[in-house]
């Protein structure tokens, strides 16, 4: 018999916030400021920044401290960029709405693959932080999705067994890393990225999720099926 759902967890970027403006703004920025940094080429920089490609996957993938030294920009010049561009960053359609009306009924958190002062940053920003109970960044995981330590993470924190858990993304990282969790996985396909001044965002699913949805709006109906 299936356990009762006690616990939603969400991914961030993509699912929750559209950060796809603000970090290709992050990185222009980023990019001017290695320009002035190393007196190399915009194009010489350019070259650079799609060459952290092959970072994907790993934990430097997002890594702006890396990212940054990377490229030849200072070390500190990501946390100024990520500050001076919050508003760029959106909930998105239906968002807030749809923890209001999960919040008292169900845990709520978000484990993010960002470093934890990103995820801070975002979170505050788009008025998250005040309506979930937890999150979880890649440094108190200890590594990214499709690893699932994150969501184990967060079903520890919120004090249910990850059977108890559904676990929405956008991603196929997201869908592996909640089947390799054991729990519930809801994909939210939005085709949203952060990462496409630095490779183009298309994937095909190797993993097939539970359920589906084109609205977040969709999830309250959804878990209330389950």
Not at 33 to 49: H, L, Q
Not at 66 to 83: K, N, Q, S, T, Y
Not at 131 to 143: F, P, T
């Amino acid at each position: 018999m299936a356990m009762p759902v006690r616990a939603v967890v969400f991914d961030l970027d993509g699912t929750l916030i559209d950060n796809s403006e603000y970090e290709r703004r992050n990185i222009e920025m980023l990019v001017e400021e290695a320009v002035k940094a190393t007196g190399s080429s915009r194009e010489e920089v350019m070259r650079r920044v799609r060459d952290y490609r092959v970072f994907r996957g790993t934990p430097l993938w997002y890594d702006w401290r890396h990212f940054c030294r990377f490229i030849g920009a200072p070390e500190d010049a990501w946390i100024r960029v990520h500050l001076e561009n919050v508003e760029l960053l959106k909930p998105m359609p239906e968002a807030l709405d749809t923890l209001k009306a999960l919040r008292g009924r169900y845990g709520l958190a978000v484990v993010s693959d960002a470093l934890r002062k990103v995820l801070d940053i975002k979170l505050e920003a788009t008025g998250i932080s005040s309506l979930i109970d937890a999150s979880v960044s890649q440094e108190e995981a200890g590594a990214v999705k499709p690893d699932p330590s994150g969501l184990l993470m967060a079903s520890r924190i919120l004090d249910v067994d990850p059977a108890e858990c559904v676990f929405v993304g956008n991603m196929g990282d997201d869908v592996e890393a909640g089947l390799r969790a054991g729990m519930t996985t809801v994909l939210y396909p939005t085709g949203i990225s952060g990462h496409t001044l630095i490779v183009e965002a298309s994937e095909e699913l190797s993993v097939r999720p539970h359920h589906v949805i084109s609205r977040l709006g969709e999830l309250v109906e959804l878990l209330g099926r389950l």
